[in-house]
Structures are given as C-alpha cells and as structure tokens.
C-alpha cells in the first residue's frame, strides 16, 4: 500500500470472473506522513482509506470484467460502516462482488477484514465511462500488472504491443 500516492492495492488474492467476485490483500504501511497527524502516540488508518481500499477493489473488478476498456470512477458510498481500528502493519483482506452493471453505473458490495474480523464494509456505485485518455488506461494496466491481476488475452495483447507503458 502506497497511501501517498493513493495506490491501496498491494496484490489480487482471488478472481472469479464468473461470480464476479475480487479479493485483494493489503497491508498497512507501518510508517507514513499519514501517521505524524492520525494519531500521534495512537496512529490508526483514517475510516475514508478504508473507503477508498474497497472502492479501488471494486474498480479494479469492474475494469477487468470490462476487459479494460472502461474506467471505473467513484459516483457514490452507501452503508458504509467502519467497525473497528486498522493499525500499522495488519493486512486487510478486501472482497467485492458486483451486484449490477448497467447503464453505466455498477453497484458492488465489499467488505474489509483483519486476521477474519470484519472492519468495514459498504455498497459501492461507480460510474463507468471510456477511459478520458490513453496514459490513464496504460497506467491502469501497469497498476494491474504490478498487483497480480490475471490480465486476459486482449489485453496481454495490447500491453505486449505498447512496450511502454509506465511502471509504478
């Protein structure tokens, strides 16, 4: 996890293409700026990180059952419950399920657990568009690359063809 960079995602535990389904796994950094104002002597992962880890989540499920073509951004949180503290260094399991996807918004469920404990979970709307520009996609693809995503044909393909997309 890259909280500076908003890069949530450290590794693609699970994909069901069929069910529809991701795991991620992604580990609280132990030290970040983050930490210096939240909380000093008590630092904890702010409750809107935790939003953002499942929602990256169920992005990155949305593009790949997309096959990359579409970019998946954030319209809405709904149900949101943070049920606990996250720490530095524990690992949070995120599963999303895609519930609908439909002119042009998906909604998916996911939820966040520590060592099998539930720590949030919420119903997450995203809006889905073509990509507003070609670098964004590349990056996307790179992101996906670098986390485990199993990419499909197509897109092995088009990264295999483009030779230079930009690594993070």
Partial sequence: MRLEYFQMIDKVTELDLEARTLRTANTVPCESPIFEGHFPGHPLLPGVLLFEIMAQSCGM???????????AFLASVDKGKLRTFVVPGQVIDVFARLEHDGSGYARLKAEGRVEGKLVCNADVTLKTMPFPAP???GYLLSTAERIGMPMGDAVIDTVERAGNLTHV
């Fill in 61 to 71: 499920l949305l593009l790949r059952l997309h096959n990359y073509d579409r970019m």
């Fill in 135 to 137: 670098e964004l996609r």
